[in-house]
Each structure stands twice: as structure tokens, then as C-alpha cells.
């Protein structure tokens, strides 16, 4: 009925005359005519520029009824029309004229075209989402909120439209005037008895300037087997090419030969110290949260900083700000609930999260030799996250998040550490061109150790506090999409206190002074196509960074090994004195050429700087290791990476291949002098040795991303090697030769697997190899008066025995009833399938001078997990 009332009345309006609108000497020209339709009647008219040109109307004209005035312009212009819509009249010169027009060389004019891509059920934006245009053949790439453009000929193009994990949506697009679109775009689940699962949209691979990285999306996550029913972003993350780990319980990950502490964590673009629950088992990620993830593992945009080897950016979910959304899990180790619920209709939400574990089941089954056997654990998060949408458009996001661990290593020694996170960010489109976007965020990381020895109850603590803010400009320009802002960090690092705990304690108090520091960036950078196939990015960051008194730094006798008795001079600097410590240009290049539809290359260089450092002389990090800023005593690590690559794509985008080549140096690199005290020391500057490292190797990946079998390969051959050099033989390693890094892992192997078993069974598993890492031993030991002594020993000079994992999981989802009110399902899974004893660690017994080796989980792990979730 509504329809018919519509049509009805357009054919009205095509009747009634027009009034006088304007005139002029020159009669009535298209502008004037598309104005007067436009003002009177809500008719929208449209025209090539030829056409306007062409349109010289009598006065009179302006007195025709709609259906007279079309009817005159085809007869005497040979100008041909059509309704784009009820309200929409599109008119084009006919094809003699068009052969005329040509025939005089005129050039087309041109429009522009742009938008934003939000997901249609949710309306969250869609950052890694594709705009293909024909037949101009232009290929567009969204930015990080969604945005595009681009400058056409005025036209008719065929448009589809991409995002992660979506359906495509095709539309026919008439650009006569400047286009700004919201194109919607619904989330891909079944289709035809069949998950999809894709961590890219078909093609983002072949034209992505972003070498290195990789973009994962949930179902990617849920692909990849659990332990003991967890989701973890790290686990996933150490499956890919160029990524490892020291072993099984290790926290952090290293990348491309950096340490832990070279890879800067992101939860919606605040930053985070330790990303890991139970000394590295379990992620500090929320999966019920998880938006997508993205690891940056090659060239690092200039708009994020600070770490020099790679950069992982999770972002979590918008709130819904229509419908209600609930999840719950239980698990043997965890169980989690989640809320998701809109406060005003389609303009604010609120997510609120909590997790509690219980994992004293994995603790028990550690081996019997280990201490961890007889070890408690538990840990707490939670989460809030509050998203306001205003009538301009403009975004304000609140972030909160909190986690809490303790372990009892041994009856007497209880260790704690924390996260605390707080984020305000708000989002300002200026205009169709210009974005806006600032956060202001807080984090604070604390460790403790509770002592209850007899006679010396102690309690000892440290931690880092940084206020961060950043301000960044988007701003779209013909084929140009431009990041520029500035970002401060304020640090405060709290360097170790240790305090009794009872009146009878013999222990001492003592407290390490804090040490403040700034940071200060700006950045600028550019993504454009230069042509079809050939893309770049450039960038530029400029950062400095400045000490904060008070605060104590010393210069050293030249030809002597760093100690109090070679101090030959000491700056003091005062109580709220800044002082510059250096400032180091980052200049960021990218460049990617398309071969053929089905493959390109791509090659970047980055060099990055880093001001903090964490202290650690174990293998493994622990949490009460320290952090600590660079200054003249301990200076900025900077890295210079180059990389090539070859991508291909093949049966029609179902598998991925790519092939990546990188070499590495990494300037200040921190080791210590051997038997260095790390925790509460006045002399540590005295300890620590800074040398240089070298890493390479070649990246190898196939994937499968979609059918009922998904999965992919992932290979690396690689090296990472330091040197700390010195013409004072206390000041370094290894007599100054090269020597194995702690993460030297030369042969990294990674299989993941996924089959879709009919439409409610999913199979998961997943094959893990990697070289053994080095380890320090001595070559010989002896006994002297009864104590026995180590010798020869030099810096990481054996390995451990290679490791390799299976694991696997099924999983299932939902039922066959309709109409339900909550999805179910159900996930088992065995970790470590065939029971490997892979070596953590490998220490010598002082008392029979034998090498003994730990393995931490050399037993599988049958998990089985429930999941409820409140179907929208």
C-alpha cells in the first residue's frame, strides 16, 4: 500500500508544471534547472558533465510539468534519461553525441568517490576491507576506521565490496557529483552447510602495503586447538612464521630475533606490560572480547612506536547498542561470563567482562621432581567497556581492565602481579576528508613477592606506571590516505622495594629510588597507489626522549670494566629536571607491485627506536623482572630490518602462498655480566653490557582459507645471534665472538588444521617443531675442598633437545532446533596428544655434577569445555 501511495504521488509531481524559478540572459542551464527540481519538488537530477553542458533551456522551460520537460530534452538535445529511484532522474547525452564529444579530445570530469564500511548487524566499523571498481580497475584498501576514497570519471562502475570475514555487497554506482557512502556489509556464518573461515579478505594479501603482518579475526582463533579450553591470542600468535618461544610456560613471544620486551601489546590502543596469566600459560585476552588482532611483525606503521620489534594491536568489540548479548563458559582451569548490553537505543553500549581460574588440576600434574607439583594458582579479569555515538558522528569509547594473578611457588614464597588499564578515546569526523581521533590512557603493571620464611617475613615489590595520550589526523586526499599526530609518554618506573612484614623479620628495608622519563613523538604517513599495480607507503616518525631527575648518572674510566672504583665522573640530575637524552629519526618505506591478478611482491624498510628495556637474566621472564629507562648509563636500542617477499593466490583466492625474506640489527642490545643481581640493586648499571645482534632468515606460509577444510603451513628457517664486545675482558661475552641468542631457534614448523564435519561438528589440530633452543652449561666440573666448582663455561654454548607438539580438538556447535533462544557448545581437546617431555630448562645437580633436564607439561591434557551465548 505504502508503495502504491508512492508511486502515485511521483507521477503527480511528473505532471505539475514548474514555477519561475531563475532566469538569466542565457535562459535556463542545468544548474539552474537541477536546483529548481531539487528545492520544489525533492527530485534529485543527475547529468555527465557533457550533458550539463549541452542543457540550454528557454525561460519558458522553467513551466513545463516534469514529464514535458524530459520529453523536450530527448527531442531537441538528444539527451536520454532514467530513474536511478523514485526520487533520482539520471540524464545522459545519447551515443552520437558522446562520438562527437570524443572525437575532440575533451577530458571527463572527475568525482569523488568515498565512505566508511560498518558491519550491518552491529554497526561496527570494518577495518581491513576491500573496494573493487570497474571497469576503472581501481583496487581500495579501507584504513584503520573504515574510510576510503578515491577520484573517478564521472560514470556508471560496477562496485564490490569486501570486508574480513563478510559477504560481498555489489552495487552499481552513477557518479555525477561527489559520493559519500555507509556501505553495510553482513557477517559471513553458514552458508550452504559450509563455515568460512578467512583471516583476510580474498586478494588484501596481493595489494596490502603491509608486509609482515598478519590480520587474524575469531573464527581464525577458534580454528586453532586450546589448552584446556582457553582461547589465547599468544597461542596463536607463536604459530606463525617469524614468531617463537622459549618453551612451553615462558611468557612473551619473541619476533624476527627481538626479545619479549621489544614487542609493544595494544588492547584498543592502550598499552600493556605482560600479556599473560599463570607465568605465560593463558592469555590476559578476553575471547568473548576479541574483535580481531593484528601482528606487525615486519614494517611497523609510523603512527605506532616505542618497541623495535614488533607491535600487536587487539581490538575488542564495539558494544551493541540495539540487543542484548550473553555468554558463559566453563572449563577444568577457567570459567567467564559476558555481557553485552545497549544503555540508549542505537547510540550507547556497555560490554562487561570477568574471568576466575582455578588451575590447580595443571599445577598437580606437573612432574614430581618440580616444585610447581605442590604449587597453588589462581587468577581474576574483568573488563568494562562503554561506547557513546553522538548525533555529529563523533565517538566517545571508555576502556577498563583489571587482571590479578598469585602463585604460591612453594609454602613460603607467594608471587602476585597485576594489570591495571584505564582508556578514554574519542572519535571526531571533521568532514568527509578529515578524521579525528585522541586517547588518553593509564597503565599500571605491579609484582610482589610475599616472603613468610621463618625469621625473614618479607614482602618485595616494583612495577612501571605510564600515562599515555596520542592525537592523530586521517585524512583522505584523491588516492592518498595520510596518518599524521603527535604521542606523549610519561613513565614512572618503580625499581624495587622490600620491606619486613613482622616485628621478629631480620630483613632490612631498603627501596630503590624511582626513575621518571618522557617520551615525545610525532609521525606522519602515507598509503598510495601510484598506479593499478604499484602501491606505497611512506613514513616518517620523529621521536626524543628525555630523562626526568632525580636521578644519578656516571661516566667510567676508558680502559676499565664498569664498577664504583672506575667512576671517573656522575651528573646529578635534580628533582624534576628534564633532560634530553636523544632524539632518532624513523623512517618507514613499503612498496608492493602486483605481477598479474594472482601475485605480487612486495618489499620494506623500517628502522625503529626503543627507550625502556626490561631487566632480565633468566630465559624465561619472570614477572618481578624489572623495567628500567634508557639513559646515559644504558642506551636506546634501535633496529634496522629490510624485507622482500612473494605472494601468490590461487584457485580462485581459496589458498595463500607466500614467501618472505628479512635480515635484522638491532644496535644496544642488554645482556649482563655473568652472575649479575638483577633485583634491588644499586650497581646493577654496573652489570648490565650492551652489544650489538644480527637476525635473519626466510619466512615460509600456505593457507587454505576456505571449503570445509581450512588451515595452513607455516615454516621458518632463521638466526639470531649477539655480540658484546669490549677491550676489557670483564665488559664481555664469549671473548667478543658471536654467540646464539637466548630465542636461537634455526628450524620453526607450524601445521594448523581445521575440517568442518556436517554442519554442527568441527575438527581442530595443530603440529608444532621447533630447533632446540641454546643453553649455558659447563664443560667440565670438579671438586675443590669439598665444594665443587664450574668451569669453562661459556655464554649459551649447547642446546636443548628439539621440540615438537600435537595437539587436537572437536567441537560442537549449536543443534538442529530452530528458533532457539541460546547456542550451545561443546569443545574436548587433549594438549600435547602423544605425551612429548619437551625440555624447559636443563640445570647441573651440584651434587653429582650431572646435567638434569625439566619438563614442564611431558603428559597430554584432556580438556573438556561448555559455552552458552544468548542468540540476538
Not at 301 to 324: F, H
Not at 710 to 727: D, H, L, M, Q, V
Request: proline share 4%.
Amino acid at each position: 500500500m505504502v508503495k502504491r501511495i508512492s508511486l502515485t504521488f511521483f507521477i503527480l509531481i511528473l505532471s505539475v508544471p514548474f514555477v519561475s524559478y531563475a532566469q538569466n540572459d542565457d535562459g535556463v542551464n542545468y544548474e539552474i534547472l537541477k536546483k529548481h527540481v531539487q528545492s520544489k519538488y525533492s527530485i534529485k537530477l543527475l547529468a555527465d558533465s557533457l550533458t550539463a553542458e549541452n542543457i540550454k533551456l528557454p525561460d519558458k522551460a522553467l513551466s513545463f510539468s516534469v514529464n514535458e520537460l524530459l520529453h523536450s530534452l530527448q527531442t531537441d538535445f538528444k539527451i536520454d534519461y532514467f530513474f536511478y529511484n523514485s526520487y533520482v532522474i539520471v540524464l545522459m547525452s545519447n551515443e552520437s553525441v558522446k562520438e562527437k564529444a570524443a572525437s575532440t579530445d575533451r577530458k571527463p570530469v572527475q568525482y569523488r568517490f568515498s565512505g566508511q564500511l560498518k558491519d550491518a548487524i552491529k554497526g561496527d566499523k570494518i577495518n581491513a576491507g576491500t573496494i573493487f571498481i570497474d571497469p576503472a580497475n581501481v583496487i581500495l584498501n579501507t584504513n584503520s576506521s573504515g574510510y576510503f576514497e578515491c577520484q573517478l570519471d564521472e560514470g556508471i562502475y560496477n562496485i564490490k565490496v569486501i570486508g574480513l570475514g563478510t559477504y560481498e555487497n555489489n552495487f552499481e554506482l552513477s557518479l555525477y557529483d561527489d559520493v559519500n557512502l555507509e556501505i553495510e556489509l553482513f557477517e559471513k556464518t553458514v552458508e550452504l552447510e559450509e563455515v568460512v573461515i578467512t583471516s583476510k579478505s580474498p586478494e588484501v594479501n596481493l595489494i596490502s602495503l603491509r608486509p609482515g603482518s598478519f590480520e587474524f579475526d575469531l573464527n581464525t582463533l577458534k580454528s586453532i586447538p586450546t589448552f584446556l579450553g582457553e582461547l589465547d591470542i599468544s597461542r596463536a600468535v607463536i604459530t606463525l612464521p617469524g614468531v617463537s618461544t622459549v618453551g612451553e610456560g615462558a611468557s612473551g613471544f619473541n619476533v624476527r630475533g627481538g626479545s619479549i620486551d621489544q614487542n609493544l601489546i595494544l588492547m584498543d590502543g592502550a598499552p600493556l606490560y605482560n600479556s599473560s596469566h599463570l607465568l605465560g600459560f593463558f592469555s590476559i585476552f578476553n575471547p568473548d572480547l576479541i574483535k580481531d588482532f593484528t601482528l606487525y611483525k615486519g614494517l611497523i606503521p609510523a603512527d605506532k612506536g616505542g618497541r623495535i620489534s614488533s607491535v600487536l594491536e587487539v581490538n575488542q568489540k564495539v558494544p551493541n547498542k540495539e540487543k542484548l548479548g550473553f555468554n558463559a563458559g566453563i572449563g577444568p582451569v577457567s570459567s567467564r561470563v559476558f555481557l553485552d548490553m545497549p544503555i540508549k537505543n542505537k547510540k550507547a553500549g556497555l560490554i562487561l567482562a570477568a574471568r576466575a581460574a582455578y588451575p590447580t588440576y595443571v599445577l598437580s600434574s606437573f612432574p614430581d621432581e618440580s616444585s610447581i607439583k605442590n604449587s597453588s594458582a589462581n587468577y581474576f579479569d574483568a573488563n568494562l567497556k562503554y561506547d557513546h555515538e553522538f548525533k555529529d558522528g563523533s565517538i566517545i569509547t571508555l576502556n577498563g581492565y583489571y587482571s590479578f594473578d598469585e602463585f604460591n611457588i612453594t609454602q613460603d614464597t607467594l608471587l602476585s602481579y597485576s594489570n591495571l588499564l584505564g582508556s578514554i578515546s574519542y572519535e571526531k569526523p571533521v568532514n568527509e576528508d578529515l578524521k579525528l581521533n585522541f586517547i588518553t590512557s593509564y597503565t599500571k603493571y605491579d609484582a610482589d613477592i610475599d616472603d613468610a620464611t621463618f625469621n625473614q617475613e618479607s614482602e618485595f615489590s616494583n612495577g612501571i606506571d605510564q600515562i599515555a595520550f596520542k592525537g592523530t589526523f586521517n585524512y583522505l586526499l584523491n588516492k592518498h590516505n595520510y596518518k599524521a599526530g603527535i604521542e606523549i609518554n610519561h613513565y614512572n618506573f618503580r625499581t624495587g622495594k622490600i620491606e619486613p612484614r613482622s616485628q621478629n623479620s631480620e630483613t632490612i628495608f631498603q627501596e630503590l629510588p624511582d626513575q621518571k622519563a618522557i617520551d615525545l613523538s610525532i609521525f606522519i604517513n602515507d598509503e598510495f597507489n601510484i598506479s593499478e599495480r604499484f602501491g606505497v607507503q611512506l613514513g616518517l616518525r620523529l621521536s626524543s626522549f628525555f630523562n626526568i631527575g632525580e636521578d644519578k648518572f656516571y661516566e667510567f674510566a676508558a680502559n676499565e670494566t664498569r664498577s664504583r672504583e672506575s667512576i671517573t665522573d656522575s651528573t646529578l640530575l635534580q628533582s624534576g629536571e628534564v633532560k634530553l637524552l636523544n632524539t632518532n629519526p624513523e623512517p618507514r618505506l613499503a612498496i608492493s607491485y602486483r605481477l598479474n591478478s594472482s601475485s605480487s611482491i612486495k618489499a620494506s624498510y623500517s628502522r625503529t627506536a626503543q627507550y625502556i628495556h626490561l631487566m632480565s637474566n633468566t630465559v624465561a621472564s619472570l614477572p618481578t623482572d624489572l623495567w628500567r629507562p634508557s639513559s646515559p648509563n644504558l642506551e636506546s636500542g634501535v633496529s634496522d630490518q629490510i624485507s622482500l617477499g612473494y605472494f601468490k593466490n590461487s584457485k580462485s583466492n581459496d589458498y595463500e602462498t607466500s614467501f618472505e625474506a628479512f635480515y635484522k640489527e638491532i644496535e644496544n642490545t642488554v645482556d649482563f655480566k655473568n652472575g649479575a643481581r638483577i633485583l634491588l640493586n644499586e650497581e646493577l648499571p654496573f652489570q648490565t653490557l650492551q652489544g650489538e645482534a644480527t637476525a635473519y632468515g626466510l619466512e615460509a606460509l600456505i593457507r587454505k582459507t576456505r571449503g570445509k577444510f581450512t588451515g595452513r603451513i607455516g615454516y621458518t628457517w632463521s638466526r639470531a645471534r649477539s655480540r658484546f664486545r669490549s677491550n676489557v675482558a670483564d665488559d664481555q661475552l664469549n671473548n667478543g665472538e658471536r654467540l646464539p641468542a637466548n630465542f636461537d631457534k634455526p628450524h620453526n614448523l607450524n601445521i594448523v588444521g581445521n575440517w568442518k564435519l556436517g554442519r554442527l561438528w568441527r575438527f581442530s589440530t595443530s603440529f608444532t617443531y621447533s630447533s632446540g633452543r641454546p643453553v649455558t652449561l659447563p664443560q667440565s666440573t670438579l671438586i675443590v675442598n669439598g665444594v665443587r666448582v664450574f668451569s669453562d663455561i661459556s655464554r649459551n654454548n649447547f642446546r636443548v633437545p628439539d621440540f615438537h607438539r600435537l595437539d587436537m580438538s572437536i567441537t560442537l556447535e549449536g543443534s538442529h532446533k530452530k528458533n532457539r533462544r541460546f547456542d550451545t557448545s561443546w569443545t574436548f581437546s587433549v594438549y600435547n596428544l602423544y605425551g612429548r617431555k619437551n625440555v624447559f630448562s636443563v640445570f647441573v645437580d651440584n651434587n653429582d655434577g650431572q646435567a638434569k633436564q625439566l619438563s614442564v607439561l611431558g603428559a597430554p591434557f584432556p580438556s573438556l569445555t561448555f559455552n552458552l551465548t544468548l542468540n540476538k
